[in-house]
């Protein structure tokens, strides 16, 4: 059974890993930079392709196991869906969570992009004002690729696909769903009113639609709640 937390963690592990791996080659990138006219700078650096680089040190691999993540979570949905009798058919709904995973790898793929462009920038604006090449990797590997960002990212993509293969696996089904996840001075007011207005029995799929917390959105960005099955 895989977890959210843990399909997160493990994209983030292997993110670290990719980036101490691509640091080493920036440097030997800028190494190999330095000196250069600023003719030579500016045709050199119009050639570089940082993207690349990046998904070869291994942010492609990181995303192909995040793919496998992706499944997990599936097939947990569809066997919680199993254990009470309910069959789920391959149709429209499975291909909507093909579509909505694949859009939040192009989201994921996209960071990596913005984080590429970001170095290039670092690097040509540095040489081309003559700071040396010690200076300018330095400065990049206080760049992190795996920061803050990335990883509200990949944690509100994770929990918002797992919520919706929840959603579509039971939908239509006579089930009752609940909203947990911690409760403390950081809940929005949208998730606090969910938690403590819910029904002893749960609610229905209707009325979680008609709530500000409803499937896939929850509270939103950075959400820490999730929808599952009332016990």
């Known amino acids: 059974m895989a977890e959210t937390q843990s399909v997160v963690n493990q994209f983030i592990q292997n993110i670290q890993q990719t980036e101490s791996s691509f640091n080493n080659n920036l440097a030997t990138v800028v190494n190999g930079l330095s000196g250069l006219s600023d003719r030579q700078l ?78 290039t920038n670092l690097i040509f604006q540095n040489l081309y004002n003559g700071r040396s ?8 590997k206080e760049t992190k690729l795996e920061d803050y960002q990335l990883n509200v990212a990949v944690d ?32 929005r007011d949208s998730c606090r009113e969910t938690i403590e207005n819910e029904p002893a029995e749960g609610y229905t ?13 929850r509270g939103g960005f950075n959400c820490r709640h999730s929808w599952t099955l009332k016990a």
């Open 205 to 217: 799929e209707a009325e979680v639609n008609n709530l500000k917390t409803p499937f896939g959105l």
């Open 42 to 119: 500016i045709d050199a650096i119009g050639q570089l392709n940082l993207f690349d680089e990046l998904i070869n040190a291994g942010y492609g691999d990181a995303l192909n196991n995040l793919e496998n993540g992706y499944g997990e979570l599936l097939q947990d949905s569809i066997a919680l869906a199993q254990s009470r009798g309910i069959a789920f058919t391959v149709g429209e709904g499975l291909q909507g969570l093909q579509t909505l995973q694949e859009l939040q790898t192009a989201d994921l793929l996209g960071e990596a992009q913005s984080h590429s462009t970001k170095l």
């Open 156 to 187: 509100t993509a994770i929990k918002t696909f797992d919520d919706s293969a929840r959603y579509k696996v039971f939908e239509g089904q006579d089930v009752r769903w609940t909203y947990f996840g911690v409760l403390d001075d950081r809940t």
């Open 133 to 140: 090449a010690d200076d300018v990797v330095s400065l990049l």
